[in-house]
């Protein structure tokens, strides 16, 4: 299979290029190196996944032509390019839209012209806003809680709309917590590992929240499985179903260093919610997507990496 992956030089997306690479398929990776993180980290990513069948092309979703290119000859389509992050999207409504809205629309039409038949989006748990846990998909969605939370609720809308125009198989993988090798500088996991590590103090925002902590080798497995399995419109929870506590997360990493952190606490952030549970039913039942990692070995695979770049796990 000929696959698109939009967003290949990300944490994720250069996770499941890998694993993509790794099943046989041909991947065509896309990405702008968007400034919200170093250039160079993604770059490093990108030469983690060199290999015969992957080529790279350095554009944004909103190049119709460049999309037009790059998709000659695609099977399917993951759209994983976004502007990720709860608290920053305060600083940057539009640019957030743009992005993860128009952006969409804009993928979706080029989809649309090169025919493609199978669309993976992916969407985030923050779709559900606050309301009490464990999230089922059909559960009625809230007022999100952030620009981020809401333009990926208008991002699922479109995917919808568009399976409904042109028939093609379109799942929505509404992603819980992601962590592990490559993670984003600006999640609280990477930043309390290197933190704690050096002695210096971390700041825990909230008093009780809990999350639903997903390891990204889970993550790409139920993304796969999503393109594989799933058929006309489907939305899907892809989580650990083992939620923590912060306090939890943070003794687990004094565990895993063999450091004691320093916490300051701090009230709650904006865009915040109290709890994220994912319901995995409907992903075990359709999908027979099983998280694996254990939280204490996936930790211990990122702290790896943060320390010496290798992740064998
Ligand atoms: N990491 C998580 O916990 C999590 C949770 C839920 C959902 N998601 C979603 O998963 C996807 C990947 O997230 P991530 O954590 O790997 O983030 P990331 O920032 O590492 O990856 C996103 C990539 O998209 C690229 N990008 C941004 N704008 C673009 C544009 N206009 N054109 C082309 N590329 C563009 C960025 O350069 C980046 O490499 C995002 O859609 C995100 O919203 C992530």
Known sequence: MR????????FIGSHLCEALLARGDVVVGLDNFDPL???????????????????FVEASIHDGTALDHAL????????????????????????????????????????????????????????????????????????????????????????????????????CVRLFSIYGPRLRPDLAIRIFLQRITGGEPIDLFGTSSMRDYTYVGDAVDGLLRALDRSRGFGIYNIGSARPISLDELV???????????????????????????????????????????????????TARWLTHGTHAT
Do not use: W
């Open 72 to 171: 000659i000859g695609c099977d399917a389509v993951f759209h994983l390019a976004a502007r990720a992050g709860v608290r920053r999207s305060f600083l940057d409504v539009d640019g957030y839209a743009s992005t993860n809205v128009s952006g969409t629309a804009d993928l979706l039409s080029a989809a649309e012209r090169a025919r493609v038949k199978r669309i993976v989006f992916a969407s985030s748990s923050s779709v559900y806003g606050n309301r009490a846990p464990p999230f089922r998909e059909d559960n009625a969605l809230g007022t999100p809680c952030s620009p981020y939370a809401r333009t990926k609720q208008e991002a699922e809308q479109l995917c919808h709309a568009h399976h409904v125009a042109t028939g093609v198989h379109l799942s």
């Open 251 to 301: 003794s687990t990493m004094e565990r895993i260093l063999g450091v004691r952190a320093k916490k300051r606490r701090r009230p709650a952030q904006p865009g915040d919610v109290p709890a994220t549970i994912a319901d995995l039913s409907r992903a075990r039942a359709e999908l027979g997507f099983a998280p694996r990692m254990a939280l204490e070995r996936g930790l211990a695979t």
């Open 37 to 55: 993180y170093d250039r160079r980290e993604k770059v490093a990513n990108l030469q983690t996944i060199a290999h015969a069948r992957f080529t």
């Open 3 to 10: 696959v698109l992956v939009t967003g290949a030089a990300g």
